[in-house]
């Protein structure tokens, strides 16, 4: 019986041996699933190469400015002054004194801190107001500089004021106001006219009293007033009608009331200015301001 068993087992074997093989069931294999894991860390002595990190963007440096260049010198302003011999400076009347026009111009100079150009046209010849007329009508240098200028100085109150008398001839000498008003007027509207516009400082001047000495007459005093109030009336309005500002010598030189001897303001000669008076003339005029170029 058992051996019967065996042959049956090994006819089985046999034949399982000998089958043709099938298609193979392909196994299944299980995909492991990948769990990320920290990023990992360089430490101190690790060969590992650290990741670069984002390159940084430096700010454009700016474009060099250039520094501005040194604005140009300015020109030197001009200073004309013509008219009589108040600020001419002759050193016979007056040696080794330093005159109006030359302070005038150092004042400007001191004030605005600008070089001034200074052209003295004025004139020791007795010049009236009528002669400067005729000049600045007809004489081309003159005519030249004052077209050029940017500060003009107008002295010509002095010689027209001519009295015989200053105490029998008062009245009479009073009325030289009004004889000469038109011809001023014309004198201050040529310069103006010269200018054509441009943008000046015009100046002028009034008389100041050389009648007052010591030793003139009470009468004589009493008429230089009369006729000298009139007179520098006069010569200022006209002045001040044609764009100029008048500096008022009259009251500097002889106080409030006009009779104030000039003393030592003057020259020997009593008439033109000394040292000292040239001083004051130019404090005057500084006193009047520098517009419409300074401030």
């Known amino acids: 019986m058992l051996r019967r068993l065996l042959q049956i087992l090994l006819q089985a074997?046999?034949?399982?041996?000998?089958?043709?093989?099938g298609s193979p069931v392909p196994a299944t294999v299980?995909?492991?699933?990948?769990?990320p894991g920290p990023a990992p860390t360089a430490t101190v002595g690790s060969t590992a190469t650290p990741a670069s990190p984002s390159p940084t963007i430096a700010p454009a440096t700016?474009?060099?400015?250039?520094?501005?260049?040194?604005s140009a010198t300015p020109r030197p302003w001009s200073l004309v002054v013509v008219g009589d011999s108040i600020p001419y400076n002759h050193p016979k009347d007056c040696p080794g004194c330093t005159g109006v026009a030359t302070r005038y111009a150092a004042a400007i100079e001191l004030a605005t801190g600008r070089e001034v150009t200074l052209t003295n046209l004025s004139e020791y010849n007795g010049l009236r107001v009528e002669g400067l007329l005729a000049e600045l009508r007809s004489d081309a240098v003159r005519r030249k500089a004052i077209a050029a200028a940017d500060f003009v100085l107008i002295t010509i109150a002095?010689?027209?004021?001519?009295?015989p008398d200053w105490d029998l001839d008062r009245e009479a000498c009073a009325t030289l106001a009004e004889q000469?008003?038109?011809t001023y007027s014309r004198v201050f509207a040529e310069v103006v006219g010269?200018?054509?516009g441009r943008t000046t400082a015009y100046r002028t001047v009034n008389r100041y009293n050389d009648v007052t000495e010591p030793g003139v007459t009470e009468?004589?005093?009493?008429?230089?007033?009369l006729i000298l109030d009139a007179w520098n009336e006069m010569v200022c309005v006209e002045?001040?009608?044609n764009g100029f500002l008048c500096a008022d010598l009259y009251h500097a030189f002889n106080g409030p009331d006009g009779l104030t001897p000039s003393g030592d303001l003057l020259a020997s000669d009593y008439t033109h200015p000394s040292d000292l008076g040239s001083e004051r003339i130019t404090e005057v005029l500084a006193a009047l301001g520098y517009a419409p170029f300074w401030p």
């Open 239 to 241: 002045a001040t009608a």
């Open 62 to 70: 700016p474009a060099p400015t250039s520094s501005p260049a040194p």
């Open 194 to 196: 010269l200018r054509a």
């Open 158 to 163: 002095h010689n027209n004021v001519v009295c």
């Open 180 to 182: 000469y008003r038109a």
């Open 219 to 225: 009468g004589e005093a009493a008429g230089s007033r």
């Open 30 to 35: 299980a995909t492991p699933r990948i769990t």
């Open 13 to 21: 074997i046999l034949l399982a041996s000998c089958a043709a093989p």
